[in-house]
């Protein structure tokens, strides 16, 4: 089952501050510097039920999850946290490494392992495959979903050297 963005989510104030202030280049240097080393450790400390970051959108479009992948190169366990938008049961995720010019580390770790395993802020856990969307109709309709989620992502392309945000669709294995 999949799910068209919502027209006018209901957001608070701290998760629209949130939203803008990520979407700015000091917003990003914090948001990539200082708060996911914080939040990776909240996270897996109280099993997904602590963050420094606001737990998300009120109306259930998506929020923040602690994404586990496996190391393409060390086969050790990577936990990143980051946006997510629910498209049904899945889950999209972009590659958007705050609209920098290059891939996170992650990303990277699909390629090798595409199951994950994502925790979403407030404790669900479950296993997903983890596909990269090609260029077309399908890629757009799942960037339209993340974008309805947090509408900073908007202003990612133009600040990314060129580069194009890699859209991935998570569908879900099994639930633990």
């Known amino acids: 089952m999949t799910s068209e963005p919502a027209a006018m989510p209901r957001r608070g104030l701290i998760l629209r501050f949130t939203i ?3 979407s700015t280049r000091i917003g990003q240097l914090i948001y990539v510097r200082v708060v996911p080393p914080i939040d990776r450790r909240l996270m897996l400390w109280s099993k997904g039920k602590l963050s420094f970051s606001p ?3 009120p109306d259930g479009l998506g929020g923040l999850a602690l994404l586990t992948t496996i190391g393409a190169r060390t086969g050790k366990e990577r ?3 980051l946006g997510f938008a629910w498209d049904g049961d899945s889950m999209v995720i972009l590659a958007s490494n705050a609209a920098r010019s290059y891939h996170p580390t992650w990303y990277f770790n699909l390629g090798k392992n595409p199951e994950v395993r994502i925790m979403v802020r407030g404790g669900h856990q479950g296993h997903y ?3 990269e969307i090609p260029p077309g109709p399908e890629r757009e309709r799942l960037w339209k979903i993340a974008c309805a989620m947090n509408p900073g992502f908007e202003r990612y392309p ?12 998570c569908t879900p ?3 633990v």
């Open 20 to 22: 803008w202030f990520t």
């Open 129 to 131: 495959r983890a596909a």
């Open 158 to 169: 133009p600040r990314t050297g060129g580069r194009t945000i890699p859209v991935i669709h």
């Open 79 to 81: 936990h990143t946290p």
């Open 173 to 175: 294995i099994d639930n």
């Open 55 to 57: 737990p998300g959108d």
